[in-house]
């Protein structure tokens, strides 16, 4: 069983995000059964499946928003325990975006970029805000940086979103579905930003059912099926010949 | 009693503005007490702090199921028994009308405070919790931060109206023979005879108070609202 999990030795020292038997219940339902995810640096990862397949889950386990039942996730080095002081050190080098935002409503967009570099990083006001208006301009969204996030469209939000966890500057981003609950007119707008953050080298784990997006960027689709990986491959053969009945099934679905 | 004559008033200014006074004194240091000792309480229910989130879950309950008047009383006559004892003095040590109005009306109202910041604690969204999570902040600074000021904001106008409740609950510490605004109000009236002159008075006086807190509750929330929620 443990040469069954264990990580290849050589590829160890890259593999930035280890997640090695991973098991994750609510109650008596298994939601994540058994699963085995390297990624390296620099690596583009796409998961998709069918709702309720356990990507969601399989994400949050990586900054520990859910907490896994067996098995190991070793994230940049450190592995997530129960130890509060390590799963901090790990969040700190892994942002996320979330389907719904979740910006701070009641401060403005550069507090919401502010806020963390300076209680985490310990920045100063000024070398937060100046952080902070950088990863702005990046999602060009600097115009806005006064205003609050209940005065943005959705995909203004959720560049905001994008920005505030890279001014966190972490080492690997995770997204769940980030364009699913916008307008489709704003999809493109975010589709891009990540397609820029894929071209400066960032590691991603990206939830999306995007396919072109997965086309452009995904080094790996990694599609899940009842809290299981059931097929991994490049972008190019999981799309033409994916050689599972369940993955046919899905594109079918996805595609009509 | 034919027309009404408010001389009487200006003459007894002084003393309503004492009153009034000792009413305002008391309105805010229970503001302070029980909305600091509320946010605790209502944050050790959220965390579900073995032990402790039980007894203060009963400590709510019971003082919500009696009126304040009563707890003045025990308070009054209880504490200074068992203070006694614990001193080992074996008399009551007094602790004085002044400082049991202060003490019990702090310690009610923070019952009636921590249900409000408990429910709006509740009301947060959970989204909120994990983004604050997803960037590494600290408990503390979770709920310093992100969670406790979206709660103000949303509950405020309900703290605004048990604080109403409380400065005119401040009239009970007449059974402490102690004097606020209306305990001034009535025992000059029972002298010059002036009761309808005197309790007008003290209308006004209540509904400038409860205007102006409005007003400024008001203000606050202009000048802190949440920019673009949609209500
Ligand atoms: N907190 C929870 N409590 C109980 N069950 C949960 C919880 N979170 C997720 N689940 C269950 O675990 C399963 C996997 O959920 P998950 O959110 O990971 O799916 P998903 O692949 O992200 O689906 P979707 O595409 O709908 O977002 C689902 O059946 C879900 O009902
Ligand atoms: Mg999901």
């Not at chain 1, 409503?105 to 070398?127: D, T, Y």
């Not at chain 2, 879950?57 to 504490?79: E, H, T």
């Not at chain 2, 080992?88 to 109202?109: D, H, K, N, R």
Request: net charge neutral; aromatic share 8%; with cysteine.
């Amino acid at each position: 069983m443990v040469q069954q999990t264990a990580v290849d030795e050589t590829s160890r020292p890259q593999a930035i995000v280890a997640v090695e038997g991973v098991v994750k219940r609510f109650g008596r339902f298994t939601a994540l059964n058994d699963i085995n995810l390297s990624v390296r640096a620099g690596e583009k990862i796409v998961l998709c499946g069918p709702s309720g397949s356990g990507k969601s889950t399989l994400i949050r386990c990586i900054n520990h928003i859910e907490k896994h039942d067996a098995g190991r996730i070793v994230v940049d080095g450190v592995e997530l325990t129960d130890r509060m002081g390590d799963i901090n050190n790990v969040r700190r080098e892994v942002g996320m975006v979330f389907q719904s935002f979740n910006l701070f409503p009641h401060l403005s967009i550069a507090e919401n970029c502010m806020l963390a570099p300076m209680k985490v990083r310990g920045l100063s006001r000024a070398e937060a805000h100046e952080r902070a208006l950088g990863f702005l301009r990046k999602v060009r969204i600097h115009d806005q940086a006064n205003k609050y996030p209940g005065q943005l469209s959705g995909g203004q939000q959720q560049r905001v979103a994008i920005a505030r966890a890279l001014c966190m500057q972490p080492k690997i981003m995770l997204f769940d579905e980030p364009t699913s609950a916008l307008d489709p007119e704003m999809v493109k707008e975010v589709l891009d930003i990540m397609v820029e953050l894929a071209r400066d080298g960032m590691t991603m784990v990206c939830v999306t059912h995007e396919m072109g997006f997965a086309r452009e960027v995904a080094d790996r689709v990694v599609f899940m099926d009842r809290g299981a990986i059931v097929e991994e491959a490049d972008p190019e053969t999981f799309f033409r010949a994916p050689s599972t009945e369940r993955a046919r099934d899905f594109l079918g679905q996805i595609i009509h | 009693m034919n027309s009404l004559d408010f001389s009487i008033v200006l003459q007894a200014w002084p003393y309503l503005w004492s009153g009034l006074l000792f009413s305002l004194a008391l309105t805010a240091v229970a503001f302070v007490v029980g909305m600091v000792l509320g946010t605790c309480f209502a944050l050790l229910q959220h965390f579900e702090v073995p032990v402790i989130a039980r007894i203060v879950r009963g400590y709510i309950a019971l003082i919500r199921s009696i009126p304040l008047i009563l707890v003045l009383f025990w308070f009054f006559f209880l504490v200074p028994i068992v203070l006694g004892h614990l001193s080992g003095s074996g008399g009551p040590v007094p602790i004085g009308a002044t400082w049991t109005a202060f003490i019990t009306f702090g310690l009610f109202e923070a019952a009636y405070y921590s249900e409000i910041i408990r429910v709006g604690l509740r009301a947060v969204n959970r989204g909120q919790f994990e983004a604050c999570q997803a960037l590494a902040l600290s408990t503390f600074e979770t709920y310093r931060s992100v969670i406790l000021p979206q709660v103000l904001r949303v509950a405020s106008p309900i703290i605004l109206s048990q604080t109403i409740i409380l400065f005119q609950d401040t009239s009970l510490v007449y059974v402490l023979s102690l004097t606020d605004l209306l305990g001034a109000a009535s025992k000059l009236a029972q002298l010059n005879g002036r009761l309808v002159e005197m309790y007008l008075v003290i209308v006004v006086v209540y509904l400038a108070i409860s205007s102006a807190a409005s007003q400024g509750v008001a203000l606050l929330r202009k000048r802190y609202a949440i920019a673009g929620a949609r209500r």
